[in-house]
């Protein structure tokens, strides 16, 4: 399985900024599906953005306009762009590694997000 060690939350207010980052233990350039998941308190996980191994990209409908996924493959690192944060933004976000053909089912350790309104 793949590591992946997530960075970059913190407490930011509403309107502001963060960008996140997931470097993982192995290449990410062979794996189909990076993605980030939210989990807010009370809530269940939830897949807010995802990308390819083709640079396709695709958002939760919550999130859309305002955050940015991209990967590196050279860096191992999958980054999350955070724009006009909103309260309901708040939440613990994970880092995912998927590719059912090579067995990676892979979760970061998670990294809290907070916004203050």
């Known amino acids: 399985q793949v590591q992946l060690v997530e960075s970059g939350g913190g407490l930011v207010q509403a309107g502001g900024s963060l960008r996140l980052s997931c470097v993982a233990s192995?290449?990410?350039?062979?794996?189909?599906?990076m993605g980030w998941y939210r989990q807010a308190p009370g809530k269940q996980r939830e897949l807010i953005a995802g990308?390819?191994?083709?640079?396709?990209?695709d958002y939760a409908d919550s999130v859309k306009g305002r955050f940015t996924i991209s990967r590196d493959n050279a860096k191992k690192t999958v980054t999350l762009q955070m724009n006009s944060l909103k309260p309901e933004d708040t939440g613990v976000y994970y880092c995912?590694?998927?590719?059912?053909?090579?067995?990676?089912?892979?979760w970061g350790q998670g990294t809290q997000v907070t916004v203050s309104s």
């Open positions: 995912h590694a998927n590719d059912p053909l090579l067995r990676i089912n892979s």
């Open positions: 990308i390819t191994g083709g640079d396709i990209t």
């Open positions: 192995i290449s990410i350039f062979g794996i189909n599906i």
